[in-house]
C-alpha cells in the first residue's frame, strides 16, 4: 500500500509560518528519500526539500535556504515541513513525496510515489 497524507496547509501574510505534516504511515514500500514539492498557478512542479530515510540527510532549493526546514520523525512514519518567513512567491499545492532508490535529487520526475497535496497561500 502507498499512502502519503499530507495536512499544515493554509492562509497566512507575508512573513508568517506554517508547518505541513506528511503522514507516511500508510507507506508499506522501502524508500530512500522523502520530500516536498510544490506547485504554483501556471507553473511546473518543484522541489522544496528532501530528506534521506536512512541518513537524514537534507537538501533545500535555493529559494527556500535559510526559511524552511524539514525533519522526520524516528520511524520515519511522519515528515514534516516548518517554513518560515513566507512570501507570496511560496503559494502554491505541496505535495509530500517519496522515491524508491537513487541519488538525492529535488527532481519532480524522479518520484514515484506522491501526495494529494495541501493548499499553502501567502497574502501580502
Known amino acids: 500500500q502507498v499512502q502519503l497524507v499530507e495536512s499544515g496547509g493554509g492562509l497566512v501574510q507575508s512573513g508568517g509560518s506554517l508547518r505541513l505534516s506528511c503522514d507516511a504511515s500508510?507507506?508499506?514500500?522501502?524508500?530512500?528519500?522523502i520530500g516536498w514539492f510544490r506547485q504554483a498557478p501556471g507553473k511546473e512542479r518543484e522541489g522544496v526539500s528532501v530528506?534521506?530515510?536512512?541518513?537524514?540527510?537534507?537538501f533545500y532549493a535555493e529559494s527556500v535556504k535559510g526559511r524552511f526546514t524539514i525533519s522526520r520523525d524516528s520511524d520515519r512514519k511522519m515528515v514534516y515541513l516548518q517554513m518560515n518567513s513566507l512570501n507570496t512567491e511560496d503559494t502554491g499545492v505541496y505535495y509530500c513525496?517519496?522515491?524508491?532508490?537513487?541519488?538525492?535529487?529535488?527532481?519532480?520526475?524522479?518520484?514515484?510515489?506522491w501526495g494529494q497535496g495541501t493548499q499553502v497561500t501567502v497574502s501580502s
Open positions: 500508510g507507506f508499506t514500500l522501502d524508500y530512500s528519500w
Open positions: 513525496a517519496a522515491a524508491g532508490f537513487g541519488p538525492a535529487t529535488l527532481d519532480p520526475s524522479e518520484y514515484d510515489y
Open positions: 530528506i534521506s530515510s536512512i541518513s537524514g540527510r537534507q
